[in-house]
């Protein structure tokens, strides 16, 4: 693939990888989620909710995430070796969480986990519940 080889991996290597990975994991986790709870408010159906959420991102996170895989192969080509297994690392990690996480792993669970996946435990009722209020509060400025 021509990347030189090297005994070691930079030590700071691993914390850049999983700092970086995580937010754009995190990114593509809002944009599908938000479409499947929408979804799931809706029609209370886990199970349409879920396809309707995948089919309606799964364009925009496979967009995404083959951007990203471009720019950070665009490092895998640099001369430094530090700049070579960032974008090496990076790119296959992001290739692997739209295809596998995104695509097949989160939706799976979703489907075998059904009503679960909306559960709350009691200890945590006391936390905001943000559609009730997005619903209820009028619009600024008066509009509708």
């Known amino acids: 693939m021509g990347l030189q080889h090297t005994a070691t991996i930079e030590p700071w290597l691993p914390l850049l990888l999983f700092a970086v990975l995580f937010g754009l994991s995190m990114d593509y986790h809002v944009f599908l989620l938000s479409r499947i709870r929408e979804r799931y408010e809706e029609t209370q159906n886990n199970r349409h909710a879920v396809a309707f959420g995948l089919r309606t991102t799964g364009k925009l996170i496979t967009g995404a995430a083959l951007i990203m895989v471009v720019v950070f ?7 430094l070796v530090e700049f070579q297994q960032m974008g090496f690392g990076l790119a296959i990690a992001v290739l692997l969480d739209a295809t596998l996480v995104r695509s097949v792993l989160v939706p799976a669970t979703m489907i075998v986990l059904g009503r679960l996946n909306w559960y709350l435990p009691a200890s945590l009722r006391w936390l905001p519940n943000l559609h009730r209020i997005r619903s209820t509060d009028p619009a600024p400025g008066g509009a509708v």
């Open 73 to 79: 192969s665009g490092f895998a080509s640099a001369e």
